[in-house]
T-cell receptor, first 113, second 114 residues
């Protein structure tokens, strides 16, 4: 089965630093997403991206966050100035179209010190 | 706003026994409902989904779920559990365009006794 690939699997950063989390969605997919899961809490929707623009975003996705699809294969999440509370597992997901199966990557564990 | 409740944080069953994981949702319109499974170190894998039609939905790995509008529930069932089913299970409701934004429950961790 095709896979969504996320790198790195773990990332440690200092508070205030910028981080970029990388994802390679499945090649023929058109819709892209970021979710996160703070330890012990629910998985939360951050943002969805379609046709080179954000289609929906949650309250969590404030001005410190941005997403980009810089080329035909990568989909990135940037956190401009990390805070301690940004520590979480970040999941990338993609699908071919609406109503279709959503494929998740295995996540990037971000630790902000 | 939509919400999902999974009342059981942990469940332990014996291998070969039947399983039912509970899920209750709150959503103003007809919901898109999902069950995902997460094994350690893995991403979330879709087990099954309900969009419309038959309220009993069949999924992968022998799982099924039944949508009951009157009870706002979407419980996951399996008639005979295998040791490899030990994982964390998440129920989710989809909002927005065709269920674009998923709201997840807190998850139920399933342990399987030999």
């Amino acid at each position: 089965e095709p896979e969504v690939t996320q790198t790195p699997s773990h990332q440690v950063t200092q508070m205030g630093q910028e981080v970029i989390l990388r994802c390679v969605p499945i090649s023929n997919h058109l819709y892209f997403y970021w979710y996160r899961q703070i330890l012990g809490q629910k998985v939360e929707f951050l943002v969805s991206f379609y046709n080179n623009e954000i289609s929906e975003k949650s309250e969590i996705f404030d001005d410190q966050f941005s997403v980009e699809r810089p080329d035909g294969s990568n989909f990135t999440l940037k956190i401009r100035s990390t805070k301690l509370e940004d520590s979480a597992m970040y999941f990338c997901a993609s699908r071919t179209g609406s109503l279709e199966k959503l494929f998740f990557g295995s996540g990037t564990q971000l630790s902000v010190l | 706003a939509q919400s999902v409740t999974q009342p059981d944080i942990h469940i332990t069953v014996s291998e070969g026994a039947s399983l039912e994981l509970r899920c209750n949702y709150s959503y103003g319109a007809t919901p898109y409902l999902f069950w995902y499974v997460q094994s350690p170190g893995q991403g979330l894998q879709l087990l099954l989904k309900y969009f419309s039609g038959d309220t009993l939905v069949q999924g992968i790995k022998g799982f099924e779920a039944e949508f009951k509008r009157s009870q706002s529930s979407f419980n996951l069932r399996k008639p005979s559990v295998h040791w490899s089913d030990a994982a964390e299970y998440f129920c989710a409701v989809g909002a927005g365009d065709a269920g674009n934004m998923l709201t997840f429950g807190g998850g139920t961790r399933l342990m399987v006794k030999p």
